[in-house]
Nanobody
């Protein structure tokens, strides 16, 4: 499966962005999906994940209450709605395809990664 992330940009603190991750080559519908982010000089960190049904969602503590993950299996797309953005949210955001129907925060749970989309939040 190929993953194409989009929707990043340069925004001011407090603004919102919605990231999209569109899959191609195969269906995403039977797999958990995740979002990770990587800031310059830092390791890739978990942001959020969603199971194959869209019912079970997990979030890093740093984004709880501000970010919402969702999926539209008919469109083969996963979304990350990001509200009240902070400067510390600045990073390249990558979507990831899970190896199973329900995934959480470990990178080994994922087998394909998108190229990433840059989110820059100015304070």
């Amino acid at each position: 499966v190929q993953l194409q992330a989009s929707g990043g940009g340069l925004v001011q603190a407090g603004a919102s962005l919605r990231l999209s991750c569109e899959g191609s080559g195969s269906s995403l519908s039977n797999f958990g999906m995740g979002w990770f982010r990587q800031a310059p000089g830092q390791e890739r960190k978990f942001v959020s994940s969603i199971d194959w049904t869209g019912e079970f969602k997990f979030y890093a503590d740093s984004v709880k209450g501000r970010f919402t993950i969702s999926r539209d299996n008919a469109k083969n797309t996963v979304y990350l709605q990001m509200n009240d953005l902070k400067s510390e949210d600045t990073a390249v955001y990558h979507c990831a395809h899970g190896r199973s129907r329900r995934t959480r925060s470990r990178t080994y749970e994922y087998d394909s990664w998108g190229q990433g989309t840059q989110v820059t939040v100015s304070s």
